[in-house]
Antibody, heavy 120, light 108 residues
Framework: QLVQSGAEVKKPGASVKVACKAS????????ISWVRQAPGQGLEWMGW????????NYAQNFQGRVTMTTDTSTSTAYMEVRSLRSDDTAVYYC???????????????WGQGTTVTVSS | EIVLTQSPGTLSLSPGERATLSCRAS???????LAWYQHKPGQSPRLLIY???SRATGVPDRFSGSGSGTDFTLTISRLEPEDFAVYYC?????????FGQGTKVEVK
């Protein structure tokens, strides 16, 4: 399973770092994707990191503002978003994903979601 | 960027009826890297179908996926009460990986 860190309230311009702790499977043999859902909106893919080989792939909307990292010693993935704006208010999900882009398996295990509220 | 357009936006059906959801891509999706997810309010999304037609572990066989190239379909053969939700298609063959805007399946 994937267990995410708790809700956050941040001011515009601040940064937030969301944690996603994995258990019950071999963390190193998969990847992690991050997906968010703003209030009343659909799902938005933010990016992917392969714990298998360290590769990353970020959506262009987030390049330069989002960093995805992992700590294999604690089986935890992190996503940091900088320069937060009010439209970053959303529920952020981590999801277990394929280890490389040659695999076809989708995002089959999801965290419970972390609500990030950006407000002055 | 590949844009996915789902139709209809909302599908109003009764339990026991058949649901057919469409996902059309703005360009061909390589090697059928297309997935379907179910999302209920207050819950995390759930993977239903990957590789366009492979059911994920534990997904009932009333859910089926088909299609290739630019046109894909999710079919729910007989709607159960727990199937009323929003469904998203997602392509992961070309970066950036993108979701469709969703189809809401609601009780008629």
């Amino acid at each position: 399973q994937l267990v995410q860190s708790g809700a956050e309230v941040k001011k515009p311009g601040a940064s937030v770092k969301v944690a996603c702790k994995a258990s019950g499977y071999s963390f190193r043999t998969f990847g992690i994707s991050w997906v968010r859902q703003a209030p009343g909106q659909g799902l938005e893919w933010m990016g992917w990191i392969s714990i298998y080989n360290g590769n990353t792939n970020y959506a262009q909307n987030f390049q330069g503002r989002v960093t995805m990292t992992t700590d294999t010693s604690t089986s935890t993935a992190y996503m940091e978003v900088r320069s937060l704006r009010s439209d970053d208010t959303a529920v952020y999900y981590c999801a277990r994903d394929r280890p490389t882009t040659s695999y076809k398996n989708g995002m089959d295990v999801w965290g419970q979601g972390t609500t990030v509220t950006v407000s002055s | 960027e590949i844009v996915l357009t789902q139709s209809p936006g909302t599908l109003s059906l009764s339990p026991g009826e058949r649901a057919t959801l469409s996902c059309r891509a703005s360009q061909s999706i390589s090697s059928s890297y297309l997935a379907w997810y179910q999302h209920k309010p207050g819950q995390s999304p759930r993977l239903l179908i990957y590789g366009a037609s492979s059911r994920a572990t534990g997904v009932p066989d009333r859910f089926s996926g088909s299609g290739s190239g630019t046109d894909f379909t999710l079919t729910i053969s007989r709607l159960e009460p727990e199937d009323f939700a929003v469904y998203y298609c997602q392509q992961y063959g070309s970066s950036p990986w993108t979701f469709g805007q969703g189809t809401k399946v609601e009780v008629k």
